[in-house]
Nanobody
Framework: QMQVVESGGGLVQPGGSLKLSCTAS????????VGWFRQAPGKGPEGVSC????????MYADSMRGRFTISRDIADNTVYLEMNSLKPEDTAIYTC????????????????????????????WGQGTQVTVSS
């Protein structure tokens, strides 16, 4: 069974840092795009970042660029989201999700779909981890 599980959330003071983990089980992250999304209280869901596993290319929402860094550990089948200079408005439930590859008949192998920050493009979701930024 394909699963992704987040960890690393918690309470941090403004200006602090947290590193979230998204660990996959039941499949290898090779050829997948992995996205992080968040939802703050009373607000709609928001795309945070996405990483293309096969070429290690990252995408960020404008408000996170420069503060957040997405990375991978292929051996551990895990994607990380390192968040620095956290602000109270970063308080949210952070959820990771994966976008499945498609099978290329001519190549006889899976091909990764590109990174996007659209929730509808991702098929497998974790339960989320709470991040609270408060003094």
């Amino acid at each position: 069974q394909m699963q992704v599980v987040e960890s690393g959330g918690g309470l941090v003071q403004p200006g602090g840092s947290l590193k979230l983990s998204c660990t996959a089980s039941g499949f290898s992250l090779n050829y997948y795009a992995v996205g992080w999304f968040r939802q703050a209280p009373g607000k709609g869901p928001e795309g945070v970042s996405c990483l293309s596993i096969s070429d290690d290319k990252a995408m960020y929402a404008d408000s996170m660029r420069g503060r957040f860094t997405i990375s991978r550990d292929i051996a551990d089948n895990t994607v990380y989201l390192e968040m620095n200079s956290l602000k109270p408005e970063d308080t949210a439930i952070y959820t990771c999700a994966v976008r499945k590859p498609f099978w290329a008949q001519d190549l006889n192998r899976p091909v990764q779909r590109p990174c996007v920050l659209s929730r509808d493009s991702f098929e497998v979701w974790g339960q989320g981890t709470q991040v609270t930024v408060s003094s």
